[in-house]
């Protein structure tokens, strides 16, 4: 056995089988070609295969989830046909004599400029088709396999990252994930964030090497100390068998506490909501008994799709969930709030310099006005069947806040003519530019919750990446500026009876807990499976005894 260090995000131990995720760096290279005939041959050839899988995954997936889903696969099919991708290869080949790879990759390359200046939202989505079509092909020739995980037994997942769209693309249905550990990442990138609501212990920043060779090998994952134990002896694992089971047994006890307030000795009070990223997570927030969904991030639907999402589909989900949390429970759901880290295959941004300040989140919606009504349209619709809240990320003034507001307004009324039944709805906003703390007395006018963003707040109060691991010194918790923010923005929600919430990752420190109740926000938001914990820690707490040294942190 021989042990691995890397950084702890999310704890726990895991007991499982190396699965190790290569992207494959593949570098297509140009070479000339003495036989252009036998090297269309091998294109035809590859491309036969690839209609061949094509038409195998479509009967699958139409089997299993039926048309709308298999859908991609047929565009793919007939992406594979296409004239003028078809007759750019040839011409490659047999004009210039180059191999098979190159000419499909300058294919598509040629293609995906010539889409993405079009003015067509559709057309230019469908340059991730062609991408994915071309990669099909080229992995064909160079016998590569494509990366699916299917496994009765629990996996460690070793890899360089991974991106959000990779990990909630995961088929968890045909494997179960027991850990992540990846050599880079960063502690609140969107994989971090997915991985605890998930409740899979995740490691970042590994010591790891990435080598096939290691797949299938017996490992055991500490999260909380952030080590990985390659090839463990069956002593060693029965030892820590026997420590998951009475960890099992610890979460278990935990259970005694469902039903009962979140109060401390003396009687301070705060709500304890949990954050989605799927439907489905709507189970463990009732297991956990959490007050409700205090954010629901939206764009994880988008990011394990091929295409946006329809009107249909997304009601469907915000339905299920407004529908299980029924009228007494909470169900905040936050508007789309892709770019930086959460890009969407199928929308293409333009390149940026620094894209966590650039065209990202409620910027987006604004620009895509189509995607921002389809999904106001769905989620006014589900407002019919639960407790609805409406979240619009990243607000930095009253005027964009009263612009949205008002597209809004305008879908509800276009819902309400089409003959679909609505419910009431609230709206808030996140917190999570300095500006928007900075003028949080106007925008309070305005809204009936704050959501406080400590992931994206600290990011930009602190001018530091959420995404590079360089900058992980400027995360401290203890923070004060940042803990002044949340202060000022509460000071500024209580004047004007709007609920406060802290949603970031810091709602979940417990080190901090004191401090938030000391300045009285109304509510964390923290992963499922953290609300009984945090629930057993209030109730141990005389806020009285700790306020005065809780609030020290503010300076
Ligand atoms: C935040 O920024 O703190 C937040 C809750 O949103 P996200 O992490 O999804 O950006
Ligand atoms: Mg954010």
Not at 89 to 117: C, G, Q, R
Not at 491 to 499: E, M, P, S
Request: glycine share 6%; aromatic share 8%.
């Amino acid at each position: 056995m021989y042990t691995c260090k890397g950084k702890c995000v999310f704890g726990g131990w895991a007991i499982g089988k190396i699965r190790v995720f290569n992207k494959g760096e593949r570098k297509v290279k140009r070479i000339s070609v003495k036989d252009p005939d036998k090297e269309m041959e091998r294109f035809n050839k590859a491309k036969a295969e690839a209609a061949f899988q094509l038409k195998k995954l479509y009967d699958q997936v139409l089997k299993e989830v039926g048309k709308a889903n298999a859908a991609i696969f047929k565009v793919h099919l007939l992406l594979l046909e296409d004239s003028l991708y078809l007759s750019s290869i040839e011409k490659i080949i047999k004009e210039l004599n180059y191999n098979a790879e190159y000419a499909i990759e300058e294919t598509t390359e040629k293609i995906v400029i010539m889409f993405s200046s079009i003015d067509n939202a559709y057309l230019r989505s469908r340059t991730a088709d062609i991408r994915d079509v071309s990669t099909r092909i080229i992995n064909i020739l160079s016998g590569e396999e494509e990366f699916t995980i299917d496994s009765e037994e629990p996996i460690i997942l070793f890899a360089d990252d991974l991106s959000p769209s990779e990990t909630v693309q995961l088929d968890r249905e045909r494997c179960k994930i027991a850990a992540f550990v990846t050599a880079q990442g960063a502690a609140f990138s969107h994989t971090a964030i997915l991985a605890r609501t998930m409740n899979i212990p995740l490691i970042i920043k590994a010591d790891i090497e990435l080598n096939t060779e290691f797949n299938n090998k017996n490992a055991v994952v500490n999260g909380s100390e952030g080590l990985v134990y390659i090839d463990p002896n069956t002593e060693f694992i029965t030892e820590i068998q026997n420590i998951i089971s009475t960890e099992a047994k610890a979460r278990e006890s935990l259970n005694v506490l469902r039903g009962l307030p979140n109060v401390t000795i003396d009687g301070a009070k705060v709500e304890l909501n949990a954050n989605i990223c799927h439907a489905k997570d709507v189970v463990t927030v009732i297991r956990n008994d959490a007050g409700g969904v205090g954010m629901y991030r939206s764009e994880f639907l988008f990011l394990e799709k091929e295409d946006f999402p329809d009107e249909e589909m997304q009601f469907d989900q915000y339905k299920a969930i407004a529908e299980i949390l029924g009228k007494n429970m909470k169900c905040i759901i936050r508007t789309l709030d892709i770019g930086a880290d959460k890009q969407l295959p199928y929308l293409p941004l333009p390149k940026e310099d620094n894209p966590a300040m650039g065209v990202r989140s409620i910027r987006i919606s604004l620009r895509y006005p189509e995607v921002f009504r389809t999904q106001l349209r769905a989620i006014h619709r589900a407002s019919a069947y639960g407790r609805v809240g409406i979240l619009f990320p990243m607000i930095t003034s009253v005027e964009e806040l009263r612009k949205v507001k008002a597209f809004s307004a305008k879908v509800r009324d276009e819902v309400i003519k089409d003959g679909c039944s609505v419910g009431e709805v609230t709206y808030g906003i996140m917190i999570e530019t300095p500006a928007a703390v900075v003028i949080s007395d106007l925008l309070a006018s305005e809204v009936e919750f704050f959501n406080i963003g400590t992931n994206d707040l600290a990011q930009y109060a602190m001018a530091a990446d959420r995404q590079n691991p360089e900058l992980d010194e400027y995360f401290d918790p203890y923070n004060t500026a940042l803990m002044r923010m949340i202060k000022m923005t509460t000071d500024n929600a209580k004047k004007k009876g709007v609920h406060v919430s802290i949603c970031g990752e810091l709602a979940s420190n417990t080190a901090l807990t004191d401090l938030f109740l000391a300045i009285g926000v109304d509510s964390l938001s923290v992963p499922p499976s953290l609300i009984l914990p945090l629930r057993k820690l209030i109730r141990e707490t005389n806020l009285s005894k700790v306020r005065d040294e809780a609030l020290k942190i503010l300076g």
